[in-house]
């Protein structure tokens, strides 16, 4: 086990401070965050299981608490793109290729039209020259000095991406950048659903990977994840609950004791949380799939931008004074948008496969579409769902993570070669204490012979090579 320093057990229960269970799990029910050592590399996960975020919270400093801690975010100035900003209809051209999930989003994007036949920047749109771009632009929300538009909009049946452009009255703060991909940290506090599904969560990642392009106008790309609220939890939710009041039941534990901020309540988290994993997985079979129409509604309400200070130090008078909003400059009103969604899965290839091995432990199916491969997995009754997944190209390189993704599931694949690629589920608790990552084994000071393929074959809970069409295969 890691063995953690006053530091972290600090943010661990500002972390358990911050959320009250179960509250929490039902509103966020897959919305978690963890920290992945890979060197300088922060990445996201959403559980398996409602609770598996405590262990995030017991075992790695996570969320922004943590990417604080470790220093993994830097510091910059907000960086002058352009000193001519182009019309909004082109911002997947500009935005494209600096994301996570980078591809030719503007080859095969609708440019948003309102309701007066204007498009989102304001012109005419073609074929319905009614009227001249005016503030009930449908498209176009102003509140408290920040204006946002929608701009653009691409869908397959694994999410829904919409450009939108931030333009401020005033210019921005000065932000601070994730290190890895040099990007802002925004995030957006949103609801919303698509008209098909009332039951998917109202709860949304409001995370956002983009760009300034001046001192006063930023641009991303926001990632809705259509395949997780094409998904009906209501059976699982009541049979989860039910198995989580029976594991406390077994220990003779009450909220109370899960909630104690003591080395012993950290304890015996971690029991809890090991108990649960143990059974969680085979609870997957209650969530039912809806099926997602060709074309739809999805509606978005933005209450709140929140960009990460740039400098900023977390400190615990803060955190008791403002709560998750301390770091945070934040503009607060009312964007809400209705967005029509029409689904394009001509370049997406599905891969039933329902396998599992002697330990219950398998791949349900993967998908592939231009820009993400999601591996779905599969837990039989009985079987240890407590797992990390690593993905490996066909030149034995990780893929990455989808950083715009609930999910450690969801990996980036536009510049790689897929031809071939390999799942690997490692055991949770290993990977973190000790795999971690690649990096962490290419150098010197390793066993000659030593190498990341090698470990995770060694280690892996669950193995299995895939073979997609090298027609669509990137290399």
């Known amino acids: 086990m890691m063995t953690l320093n006053n530091n972290e057990k600090d943010f661990q229960k500002k972390m358990q401070k911050d959320t009250e269970i179960p509250a929490i799990v039902h509103e966020h029910i897959n919305q978690a965050y963890h920290l992945i050592e890979n060197n300088t590399v922060t990445q996201k996960k959403a559980p398996r299981d409602p609770f598996h975020w405590m262990k995030i919270g017991g075992r790695v400093a996570g969320g922004m608490a943590a990417v604080l801690a470790v220093g993994f975010i830097f510091c910059a100035t907000n960086p002058v793109m352009a000193k001519n900003i182009p019309v909004v209809g082109g911002l997947f051209e500009i935005l494209q290729d600096n994301v996570s999930f980078f591809g030719d989003f503007s080859d095969?994007?609708?440019?948003?039209?309102?309701?007066?036949?204007?498009?989102?920047?304001?012109?005419?749109?073609?074929?319905?020259?009614?009227?001249?771009?005016t503030s009930e632009n449908a498209y176009i929300k102003t509140a408290d000095g920040l204006t946002i538009t929608c701009s653009e909009v691409y869908a397959n049946s694994q999410a829904v991406y919409i450009t939108m452009q931030f333009k401020s009255d005033k210019p921005f703060p000065e932000t601070s950048t994730r290190a890895e991909s040099g990007t802002p940290v925004i995030y957006l506090d949103m609801t919303g659903g698509v008209d098909f599904d009332s039951k998917a969560s109202p709860v949304i990642d409001g995370q956002v990977e983009g760009q300034f392009l001046d001192d006063n106008t930023y641009a991303c790309i926001f990632r809705y994840d259509l395949a997780q609220a094409a998904k009906d939890?209501?059976?699982?939710?009541?049979?989860?609950?039910?198995?989580?009041?029976?594991?406390?039941?077994?220990?003779?534990?009450?909220?109370?004791?899960?909630?104690?901020?003591?080395?012993?309540?950290?304890?015996?988290?971690?029991?809890?949380?090991?108990?649960?994993?143990?059974?969680?997985?085979?609870?997957?079979?209650?969530?039912?799939?809806?099926?997602?129409?060709?074309?739809?509604?999805?509606?978005?309400?933005?209450?709140?931008?929140?960009?990460?200070e740039a400098d900023y130090e977390w400190s615990e008078a803060d955190d008791e004074n403002y709560g998750?909003?301390?770091?945070?400059?934040?503009?607060?009103?009312?964007?809400s948008f209705d967005i029509p969604v029409t689904v394009d899965d001509s370049r997406t290839e599905v891969l039933e496969l329902n396998d599992t091995n002697d330990a219950g432990i398998g791949l349900k199916s993967v998908i592939r579409s231009p820009y993400e491969l999601t591996v779905n997995e599969l837990y039989k009754e009985g079987s240890n769902s407590d797992c990390f997944m690593v993905a490996l190209d066909a030149n034995g390189n990780t893929l990455p993570y989808n950083e715009s993704a609930g999910n450690c599931n969801n990996f980036a694949i536009q510049d790689r070669d897929?031809?071939?690629?390999?799942?690997?589920?490692?055991?949770?608790?290993?990977?973190?204490?000790?795999?971690?990552?690649?990096?962490?084994?290419?150098?010197?000071?390793?066993?000659?012979?030593?190498?990341?393929?090698?470990?995770?074959?060694?280690?892996?809970?669950?193995?299995?090579?895939l073979h997609f069409d090298s027609d669509n295969a990137k290399s």
């Open 233 to 308: 939890y209501t059976e699982y939710n009541e049979k989860y609950n039910e198995m989580t009041q029976q594991v406390m039941d077994e220990m003779g534990i009450t909220q109370a004791d899960l909630d104690d901020q003591t080395d012993e309540g950290y304890a015996l988290l971690e029991e809890f949380i090991n108990k649960v994993s143990e059974r969680g997985g085979a609870y997957q079979k209650y969530i039912k799939d809806i099926e997602i129409p060709d074309a739809f509604n999805l509606h978005l309400d933005i209450t709140k931008v929140r960009g990460l």
């Open 108 to 133: 095969y994007a609708t440019t948003l039209e309102s309701v007066d036949g204007t498009t989102a920047d304001g012109s005419e749109a073609d074929g319905d020259k009614t009227g001249n771009a």
């Open 418 to 465: 897929i031809s071939t690629v390999d799942i690997y589920f490692l055991d949770y608790i290993q990977y973190m204490d000790e795999l971690k990552g690649q990096q962490n084994f290419d150098n010197p000071t390793k066993e000659d012979g030593q190498n990341w393929k090698k470990l995770l074959e060694e280690n892996a809970k669950y193995h299995k090579t």
């Open 324 to 335: 998750r909003d301390a770091g945070y400059y934040k503009y607060e009103g009312d964007w």
